[in-house]
């Protein structure tokens, strides 16, 4: 699986609009077939940076990912919008989805 995190900073007065803006984009890859999953995050220390948890089933579906109408779209119009060159972690690892923690379970009742 490959596993990508980003990290958006957004100028000030598009926080707001961010997730609504990303909307679309984010609807189409949920709907790619190799998409694992496709999740946002606001951070609680800093409400203009946005974290993205992204996986594709393999490097295949994640070019074709990067390579979608929709990644294009949003590559167009995130430079008026993001405040800073966003960071990215990319790795592959051997997992294909989410697992339990196996430090934490809820108490039984």
């Known amino acids: 699986m490959i596993l990508i995190n ?3 900073t957004v100028r000030p007065e598009y ?10 984009f ?10 694992v999953f496709f999740e946002w995050s606001q951070s609680v ?8 948890l992204e996986a594709f089933k393999d490097s295949e579906a994640g070019e074709k990912h990067v390579n979608s109408e929709h990644f294009r779209a949003a590559m167009a119009w995130m430079p008026e919008v993001i405040a800073s060159t966003p960071q990215i972690i990319n790795a592959e690892i051997p997992d294909e989805d989410w ?3 196996g430090e934490l379970s809820p108490r039984e009742s």
């Open 99 to 101: 697992g339990p923690m």
């Open 6 to 8: 980003v990290k958006f």
């Open 15 to 24: 926080a707001e609009e961010w997730l609504p803006r990303v909307e679309g």
């Open 26 to 35: 984010t609807r189409a890859t949920r709907a790619e077939p190799g998409n």
């Open 45 to 52: 220390e800093d409400p203009n940076q946005f974290v993205l």
